[in-house]
Structures are given as structure tokens and as C-alpha cells.
């Protein structure tokens, strides 16, 4: 029974653990030169409001079967679910950056309205991102990667 009594505190630690961090496989180019495909990222879960432009941003793929987009190449599927990963590059209340510019779904100047993100892979010759899809549903946020874990 002692051994029941010492491992539950660990076993608390890592249930809390798995609901706020989650590790993720790069697969692509869209963000290089920051991150490699093959590279694992540790990605923290926190609410949309703590996105800010510049940070790395995980999101739930907005597109894919049922959808009119197709997947990206650097969707990365990890447990069953297809993410994304892309850089947070306007939030609600900032103006959608003029490099933006056009030729995409976006007008520059305009401000990104409430519960949508503007995000954009670092490689935007081999990037998916808002320049096609338009600004990304807040919903779609998962978290924030805090760390890369591995090259």
C-alpha cells in the first residue's frame, strides 16, 4: 500500500504535465530557418489571450478533409490530432503588417478584429498560412512552443 501512496503524487504531476505541455514533431519547411523538419518542440498550452506577435503558436489545422483547403505539407500529426505550426504575427487590436502585402487574403493597415490571429511561417515560399487562408480563428490556438527539444 506504501507504494500506491508514494507513485500518486507522480502520477498527479504527470496527468497535470500532459494538460499543459504537449510535444510536438516539426514536418516541413514552412518555418525554416527556425525550425527543421524533423526538429521536437515542447509546446506550452495556455489561452489565446497570451499570444503575442513573434512567438511560435501551435495551432489545430483549420484545414483539411471536409474543407476546401488541403492540408499543408507541414501539418504535423501527433496522437491522432493535425497541427500546425506557424509564427503569431498580428494579434487582435494590431494592424496586418504591409509585408503582408498584396496578392493575399489580407488588406495591410487593416486591424485584426476580436478571436482571430494573423500567422505566418518563416519560409513563405513553402508556407500555408494567413497570406491564403486569411486570419486564423482563435479557436484554432493551442498553445505557445516554449522550447525546441531536439534538432
Same mark, same amino acid.
Given at each position: 500500500?506504501?507504494?500506491?501512496?508514494?507513485?500518486?503524487?507522480?502520477?498527479?504531476?504527470?496527468?497535470?504535465?500532459?494538460?499543459?505541455?504537449?510535444?510536438?514533431?516539426?514536418?516541413?519547411?514552412?518555418?525554416?530557418?527556425?525550425?527543421?523538419?524533423?526538429?521536437?518542440?515542447?509546446?506550452?498550452?495556455?489561452?489565446?489571450?497570451?499570444?503575442?506577435?513573434?512567438?511560435?503558436?501551435?495551432?489545430?489545422?483549420?484545414?483539411?478533409?471536409?474543407?476546401?483547403? !488541403?492540408? !499543408?505539407?507541414?501539418?504535423?500529426?501527433?496522437?491522432?490530432?493535425?497541427?500546425?505550426?506557424?509564427?503569431?504575427?498580428?494579434?487582435?487590436?494590431?494592424?496586418?503588417?504591409?509585408?503582408?502585402?498584396?496578392?493575399?487574403?489580407?488588406?495591410?493597415?487593416?486591424?485584426?478584429?476580436?478571436?482571430?490571429?494573423?500567422?505566418?511561417?518563416?519560409?513563405?515560399?513553402?508556407?500555408?498560412?494567413?497570406?491564403?487562408?486569411?486570419?486564423?480563428?482563435?479557436?484554432?490556438?493551442?498553445?505557445?512552443?516554449?522550447?525546441?527539444?531536439?534538432?
Amino acid at each position: 500500500m506504501a507504494a500506491v501512496c508514494v507513485c500518486l503524487p507522480a502520477c498527479v504531476f504527470l496527468l497535470a504535465a500532459r494538460r499543459r505541455l504537449l510535444v510536438v514533431t516539426v514536418d516541413g519547411y514552412s518555418m525554416r530557418p527556425t525550425l527543421e523538419s524533423g526538429d521536437r518542440v515542447l509546446v506550452r498550452r495556455v489561452p489565446v489571450t497570451r499570444a503575442r506577435a513573434g512567438t511560435i503558436a501551435v495551432l489545430r489545422q483549420p484545414a483539411g478533409p471536409g474543407t476546401l483547403l !488541403p492540408l !499543408p505539407p507541414e501539418a504535423v500529426e501527433e496522437g491522432g490530432r493535425i497541427y500546425t505550426i506557424k509564427r503569431v504575427s498580428a494579434v487582435p487590436g494590431d494592424r496586418i503588417p504591409d509585408h503582408v502585402g498584396p496578392g493575399t487574403m489580407l488588406t495591410p493597415g487593416d486591424t485584426v478584429p476580436a478571436g482571430h490571429l494573423l500567422v505566418l511561417g518563416d519560409n513563405p515560399d513553402r508556407s500555408i498560412d494567413s497570406r491564403q487562408l486569411g486570419l486564423i480563428p482563435a479557436e484554432y490556438f493551442v498553445g505557445v512552443v516554449a522550447r525546441r527539444i531536439t534538432s
